[in-house]
């Protein structure tokens, strides 16, 4: 299967990096990674996590009951840690890259067709 790295899924990762965390305790983690600018409802959130497992980058680490209810807990796995390093350089050399080109004088351009 091609795991496909969208920017949900590189967050849901980037929350499950420090500590194994339940559906709900993903959904606050990357709300509070992205600046409140990534929310994720539960579809998303468990679309995500289903692909997550089924790739090896993520597995269940548990389930605990509480108030009668079951958090399935997740964690990356060391494949899913390597694999999120690899994208996390590959987006710190890209933001390099951008701010250099940014950073440039713009060129003037001559202007096609004449006017």
Do not use: I, K
């Not at 409140?36 to 980058?57: F, M, W």
């Not at 996390?88 to 950073?103: E, G, K």
Request: proline share 4%; hydrophobic share 40%.
């Amino acid at each position: 299967m091609t795991f496909r790295m969208t920017e949900q899924a590189y967050l849901v990762m980037l929350a499950l990096a420090d500590e194994p965390r339940h559906g709900y305790g993903v959904v606050q983690e990357v709300r509070t990674l992205s600046d409140g600018r990534v929310r994720l409802g539960a579809g998303t959130l468990y679309g995500v996590l289903d692909r997550l497992v089924d790739v090896g980058y993520a597995e269940a680490s548990g389930e605990v009951v509480v108030d009668g209810r079951v958090r399935r807990y997740y964690r990356l796995t060391p494949e899913g840690r390597d694999v999120l390093t690899v994208e996390t350089t590959r987006l710190a050399d890209l933001a390099r890259r951008a701010q250099r080109v940014l950073a440039a004088p713009v060129r003037p351009r001559p202007l096609l067709g004449g006017a």
